[in-house]
């Protein structure tokens, strides 16, 4: 029991990862949403933000609070985005709320 208590955080950290490099990388390289300069990191924030997340546990804990760091940031853009911007009401961003906890859960409590 004490080894799934010690590896539960990869329940919440896999899809995390999976969402975030499927999505992450066809964007490498293009701007998202005409946001310009800023539209160019989203991709590489997405991608690169996931495989720290990855690494983190493996080489340095400050890789996965680095990786959900840049994960949260960009959640926080999509929220704003959906609501503010493209007048999307709450049910519309529920996956991406949720997604932002969990990179929050990551930043905070790391690889413990």
Do not use: C
Request: no cysteine; hydrophobic share 55%; aromatic share 16%.
């Amino acid at each position: 029991m004490k080894i799934i208590n010690n590896n539960a955080h990869w329940f919440l950290r896999l899809p995390l990862i999976l969402t975030f490099i499927l999505h992450g990388y066809p964007k490498l390289g293009s701007s998202v949403a005409n946001l310009g300069f800023i539209g160019y990191l989203v991709g590489p924030f997405e991608f690169f933000g996931a495989l720290l997340i990855l690494v983190g546990p493996f080489i340095k804990k400050s890789l996965t609070e680095i990786g959900a760091a840049m994960l949260a940031i960009i959640m926080v853009g999509a929220i704003y985005m959906h609501l503010i911007n493209w007048g999307d009401g709450f049910f519309d961003v529920e996956w991406q709320i949720l997604l932002l906890f969990v990179s929050l859960y990551l930043l905070v409590k790391g690889d413990n």
